[in-house]
């Protein structure tokens, strides 16, 4: 059957990086629709849910989208990170200042950007919304591809993209391949009270079990992300509070006083999955459908809002959003920056849960080495800024 293309592009998936898709081609003149399983969430934002530590690339992006000021009074400042090793003396600080920039990154809910990308989307002209809807078939038909819904609808578009998470459905019906890892780590996130201004700064506290970070919230509240083998991780998601809040606590210690008060806790299962391609004849991965990394550093949404930009900029103007080359240059523009952040990421989950006494010098002297050697210091903070990353266009690539 080779019936009419209804759209230039199908976004499938609308979660964070879907819907920052969505906003920005729907500046675009193609004709886009999102397709999204889940209904819309009913509960409001609060102030223990999970958020998200945005860097200054990310920032920028979403400032190039039109989203920024909408996030900017829920944004709390991340001026410094301080990077640390329970039981050891070496530690390591980066600063705002040292790069020249106002800020880091910024901490958010993460339902405060959802919120602000669904609003960008109603606004939008040219995007239609599918909600909820599953995309369960998929057809390589030439010069588009038809995508079959679970309500028995079907979309025929010139470009699918596919930001449908770590178990990608679009993934498996095109057959790629994925590298999977679970690292047996819950990572348990909750926000905590502090009785000492955090002065915007964010820690990385590296122990034998796995890291705990500290990221500013408003108000002297934090994140609390603790990560930690799953057997452990079930007995603190059993205990009580005055137990999580003090066990806590001995593992941070006392640099920014007590926490006061504790949020809800929730615990998150920890795996890696990496795609072994992310474009096929008329399709691209993007996000967590083309790599799911362990939240140690926080490069996540990061990463999959840079495979955001790249796309679009390559897309939004094209007279074929889905035409082979734009979709293999799309693929080498990635490759650099996808096999660095995965690979450190790993490298860090690797490196600091291990008890190994060899590796407990190296990881000593790393964070020496952060600290004093002025080169390793450059490169570590360009990747945490998320700069190494960017379109030639944003303007502060290497
Ligand atoms: C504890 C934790 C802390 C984190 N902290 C940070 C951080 O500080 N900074 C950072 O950058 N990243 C962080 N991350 C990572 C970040 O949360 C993810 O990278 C990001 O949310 C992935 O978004 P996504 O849109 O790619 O995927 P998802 O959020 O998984 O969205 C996929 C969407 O696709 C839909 N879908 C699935 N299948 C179909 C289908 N067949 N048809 C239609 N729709 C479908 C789903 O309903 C879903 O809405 C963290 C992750 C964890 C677990």
Partial sequence: MNSAVTHDIAIVGGGLVGASLAVRLARSRHRVVLIEAAAPPQSPPSWDERCIALNDASQRILDD????????????AILATHISEKGRFGSTRFDADEAGIAALGYNLPLRAIGAALAAAMKQAGNLELRQ???????DDQGDAVLLGLDDGSAVRARLVAAADGAQSSVRTLLGIAAEQRDYRQHAIVSAVRLSRPHQGVAYERFTPDGPMALIPK??????????????????????????????????????????TALGARRAWPLSR?????VVAP??????NAA??????????????LRDVAHLAERVAAAADPGAPALLADYASSRRTDRERVTGFTDLLVRAFSN???GLSQARHWG??????????REALLRQHLGHLGLPASRGVVS
């Avoid at 008329?282 to 996000?287: A, F, H, Q, S, T």
């Avoid at 790599?291 to 999959?304: I, T, Y």
Wanted: glycine share 8%; hydrophobic share 50%.
């Fill in 132 to 138: 909820p809807a599953r995309v369960v078939a998929l």
């Fill in 282 to 287: 008329r399709c691209v991965l993007i996000g």
């Fill in 291 to 304: 790599q799911s990394l362990h939240p140690v550093a926080a490069q996540g949404f990061n990463l999959g």
């Fill in 367 to 376: 964070l020496v080495a952060a600290s004093l050697a002025p080169p390793i």
């Fill in 218 to 259: 408003p108000d002297d509240a934090a994140s609390l992300v603790w990560t930690m083998p799953s057997e452990q991780a079930a007995a603190m998601m059993d205990c009580t509070d005055e137990h999580y809040r003090a066990a806590a606590q001995a593992v941070f210690g006392g640099r920014l006083g007590r926490f």
């Fill in 273 to 277: 999955v990496v795609s072994e391609a």
């Fill in 65 to 76: 989208f039109g989203v920024w000021p909408a996030l900017r009074p829920d944004a709390a």
């Fill in 355 to 357: 008890r190994a006494p």
